[in-house]
C-alpha cells in the first residue's frame, strides 16, 4: 500500500515535469510566432508591461531603484516562472483527469492575452502568438502524457516505455528551450530598434503644414485625420522589416547621371515638408476601409531626383523595399513641382512607426499605395515601364494606379433607427484633383448635396454630413461623389483589380 502510494507521488512528479517540459516549448511557440507577428504579441511582455502600468507608481519606483536596469527581466522571469508553476499543476491534474489540465492552461493563456490586448495599436495577428502557444502547449502536454501513462501502468516499471517518455520530456525540453532563446535574440534586435525610434527626436519641418480644420466630429464618422494606431495596414512581408536609422541608406540609381547614396541623418538635416495626405489601397472595396490621412514629414522626392539628374527617356521609378517589395511611380508624378511626392521620415508628429515603414517610407498623393507608397524604402531607380515592372503588376495589377473618385457612408452605424432627423455622414477622396461634391440618394429618387467639411487642399479626404427626415419603412441610402474637375464618381460596379473597385457605396436602413 506504501509501495502503491510513493510511486503515484513519484508519477505525479513526473506528470508534473511533463507539464512544466510542455509550458516551456507553449512559451517557445509564443516567442517565435511573436517575433513573426511582429511588437507586442508575446504574452510574457505584454502582462509584465500590464502589471507595471497596475502596479502603484511607488511600487514601480521601489523596483527600478533596487533592482536597477534588471527590473524588467526580473519581473519577466517571475512571470515566466509563475506560468512553468501553473504548466506544473496542470500536468499532475491532467494525469488524473482528462481535459482538467487544459482549464489551467486556458487560464493562463487568458491572463497573456489580456496582456496582449492592453498593447497599443495590437491588431488580430498579434493575439496568434499567445493562441498557438496554448494550443500546441496542450497537444505536447497529452503527447507526453501518453507516454508517461504507458510507462507508469506498463507491468514492469523499467521497460521501453519509461525510456521513452524521459526521451521525448528532454528532446522537447531542449528544443524549447533552444527556440525561447532564438525568439529572445530575435526579439531583441526588434526592440533595440523599437528604443532608437522611441529616441529619435523629429526635426522641425521648414515649411509646416497649414492649420487642420475643424473635424466634424460625429460618432461613427471617420475622423478627418487617422491615428497612427488606426491606421490600416498592407504588407506582403510575413517579417516585417525591422531598420535601426544608423544602418539605413537610400541609393539613387538607374538612368541618372549623378547616382548617389544618402542615409538617415543627412536626409533628416535637409529642409523637411509636412504635408496632409490620404493614402488609399488599389484593394479598397466599395465602401471599404483601406484608406487613412496622416500628417506626413518629409523631404520632396523631386528634390532627391533633382541631384541625380535622371535621363531624358526614362519614365519610371522603381522604389524597391528592405524586404524586396518594389513599386512603379510614374516619372513625372514624382518630379512634379505641384505634387508633394514625399520620402517621410514623421506620421502624424512622430517617426514613422515600425509596421508603416520605419525609418524611410514613400508617400505619394493621387496614387494607389501599390505603386507608390513603398515603406522601408532603400532604392529609387530611374528606369522605364518597358523595362521594369512593380511587385504587382505581374499579378494582374495595372503598372499605373491613379486613385479613383470614391466616397463612403460611415454613419448611421445602426441599421434600425427612430424616425425624425437621420445624421448621415461619411468620407469622399479623390486624392490630389480633391472632391468639390457629395450627393446622397434616399431610395432611388433626386441626388440631393451633402455639406462638406473643411480640407486642407486636394490630397486628403473631406467629410460629409445630410441630415435626412428619415420616415418609417425600409430605406436605402446612396452616396456619390464629383472632383474639382467636374467629374462624377463611375456609377459602374467593377471590382479592385486591376486598377482599383468603382461603384457607389449604399447601405439599407430600416425606420421603426
Ligand atoms: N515594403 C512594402 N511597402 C508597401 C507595401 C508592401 O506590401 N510592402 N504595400 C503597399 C500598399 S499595397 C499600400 S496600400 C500601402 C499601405 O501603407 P500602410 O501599411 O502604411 O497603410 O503601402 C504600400 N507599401
Ligand atoms: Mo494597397
Known sequence: MRDQAAADARTARWAGLAGVVAGLAGLAIAGLTGWLTGPGGYPVTAVGELIIELLPAPLVNFGKETLGFADKPVLLTMIVLAVLLLCGLAGRLEYRRRFAGAAVFAGVALLGLLGVSAQPGITLPGYLPTVLGLVFGYLILGTLLDRLRRWRTAPSEDSLDRRRFLTWVLVTGAAAAVATV?????????????????????PAPAMPAPPVPADLGLPDLTPY??????????????????????????????????????????LAAKPLVEHLATLTCVSNEVGGDLAGNALWLGFPIRDLLAEARPTDDADMVLSTSDDGW?????????????????????????????????????????????VSATKWVTELKVTTFAADQGYWTPLGWSARGPIKIASRIDRPAERTLDPGTVTVAGVAWAQHTGIAGVEVQIDGDAWQPARLAETVGPDTWRQWVFDWAATSGNHSIAVRAT??????????????????????????????
Do not use: K
Open 225 to 266: 485625420v487617422t491615428s497612427n494606431d488606426d491606421f490600416y495596414r498592407i504588407d506582403t512581408a510575413l517579417q516585417v522589416p525591422v531598420i535601426d536609422p544608423a544602418d539605413w541608406s537610400l541609393s539613387i540609381t538607374g538612368m541618372v547621371d549623378n547616382p548617389f547614396t544618402i542615409d538617415y541623418a543627412t
Open 483 to 512: 472632383d474639382a474637375n467636374g467629374d462624377l464618381q463611375v456609377a459602374d460596379s467593377a471590382p479592385p483589380a486591376p486598377d482599383g473597385a468603382t461603384g457607389y457605396h449604399s447601405i439599407s436602413v430600416r425606420i421603426r
Open 326 to 370: 518594389t513599386a512603379s511611380t510614374p516619372l513625372e508624378v514624382l518630379t512634379d513641382p505641384d505634387r508633394q511626392a514625399l520620402l517621410a521620415i514623421g506620421m502624424n508628429g512622430e517617426p514613422l512607426p515600425i509596421t508603416h515603414g520605419f525609418p524611410v517610407r514613400m508617400v505619394v498623393p493621387g496614387l494607389y499605395g501599390y
Open 182 to 202: 532564438g525568439a529572445q535574440l530575435l526579439t531583441r534586435a526588434t526592440s533595440a530598434v523599437q528604443t532608437a525610434r522611441d529616441r529619435l527626436a523629429l
